[in-house]
């Protein structure tokens, strides 16, 4: 069982969770608000991951860590008298900061690999669209926050080559492992992590395709600090599946089976065939009359 920190650390806790504990525990339904306390990282060992990822934390980033050691926050809502998880805000320690798509001593020589996804034909930085991170060389990617399975929130150098540049941006990696940017600073994804309440999905609302209708409806129970309301205010019918029965089922239309009718006689070999009928009947009449 994780100890509950000590409420002589309330402030600090206030500080850090930008009071959003006390939104959490008056909300209704929610049954368990639990942070986890970390110790703050030593500064040598804060030295020792840029060393050894030949890179330099952002000063925000930094000053975190020495703050404390990651972040876990966790909540959970009561459904028949039993508690279910809901809400999860985590930021990794400086130790789970691990490079995505970094080779392996243990990976095979031909095995296929996150850079095997790049392609050059790519358009890069469009109109007000930002360019993309790199699977291969030319970016540096850190793993920030799992996100329970539903994608990675991820600190990136996008300028690896010749020499990293100190300039870093937050951006989510969903399952399809299409790039949605998310923040420039560390700062402001840890303001939007904290006001999204950590609700599950959340990341998905800055992306093109939103969050699922699941997590709407969570996201209509329990409103983020700072949330789109248009983004709960769509059309109920947008949800519903619109088939077009002719695209459907275009590919199943049965061909038509073609009855073979029997060969036709001709008329003068039918008339022939009721002759004889005919003539084989009085026959058996006579012979019938005569006994």
Known sequence: MEDKPPAGIK????????????????????????????????RHTIISWEQKNACILPEDLKNFYLMTDGFQMTWSVKTDDTPMPLGSMVINSISQLC????????????AP???????????EGNGDKPEKPHFDSRSLIFELDPCNGNGKVCLVYKHAEPVVSPDTEIWFLDRALYWHFLTKTFTAYYRLLITHLGLPQWQYAFTSYGVSPQAKQWFNMYKPVTINTALLSEEADSFVNKLDPNKVFKSKNKTPVLKKKPPSQPAGSQKSHTSMTSAKTSSLAGNSSRK
């Open 99 to 110: 490079r995505l798509g970094g080779s392996s001593m243990y990976t095979l020589p031909n």
């Open 113 to 123: 690999t996150l850079a095997d996804l790049e392609d050059d034909t790519d358009e």
């Open 11 to 42: 402030p600090y806790l206030d500080k850090l969770t930008l009071g959003v504990t006390r939104i959490l525990e008056t909300s209704p339904g929610v049954a368990e608000v639990t942070f986890v306390e970390k110790e703050p990282a030593e």
